[in-house]
């Protein structure tokens, strides 16, 4: 079964910084990988996804995926108060019957 | 536009009481149908899916059942709860060609307390 690993568990930046949250998944197998947002007490927003191997750019967010080491790398340029909040890393492995989660990383942005 | 509609909010229940949670997508015909649970501090975890009216798959098992009565409707329930069932509950939906590679849009979501 997939295992989707997310790290660091919580991250504090101050506003403008760069931001980079990982993520790393077992199967090889996978298919797309997500990346959502959930604001306390909310439902997850998908943010951007990945199929390809390389990189995916829109607007602040680019995601790298190197599938010869399984990982999965979510960074957030000009980071701002409002896109605090836990991001999910999600990801689809052909042939399973279900989107497999990770725990999520606590994003705070400090003003 | 799509809307999703989750009912109740929140609910407080007893160990051993009934439960019924529901939710209704406008706006989009035969909408993939997803329900997801996730424990306070836990991970999401998918519980059921639905392509169609009257069908419903089951993808982990945790006393619960769900149906889809409608096109535009999912319920969740189960006739006696359990300590472990507390969380938050989520429905979602998607566009329904693209298996479980497709975007998910969630509802708000029930905070549900079994005491």
Redesign the interface.
Known sequence: QEKVQQSPESLIVPEGAMVSLNCSFSDSAS??I?W?QQHP??????LI?I?SNGNKKEGRLTVYLNRASLHVSLHIKDSQPSDSAVY?CAV?TEG????T????TQLIIQP | AQTIHQWPVAEIKAVGSPLSLGCTIKGKSSPNLYWYWQATGGTLQQLFYSITVGQVESVVQLNLSASRPKDDQFILSTEKLLLSHSGFYLCAWSLGWGGFAETLYFGSGTRLTVL
């Open positions: 298919q797309s997500w959502y007490g909310k439902g997850p927003k998908a996804s199929f999910l689809d399973a019957d279900r989107l989660f990770g725990k999520g």
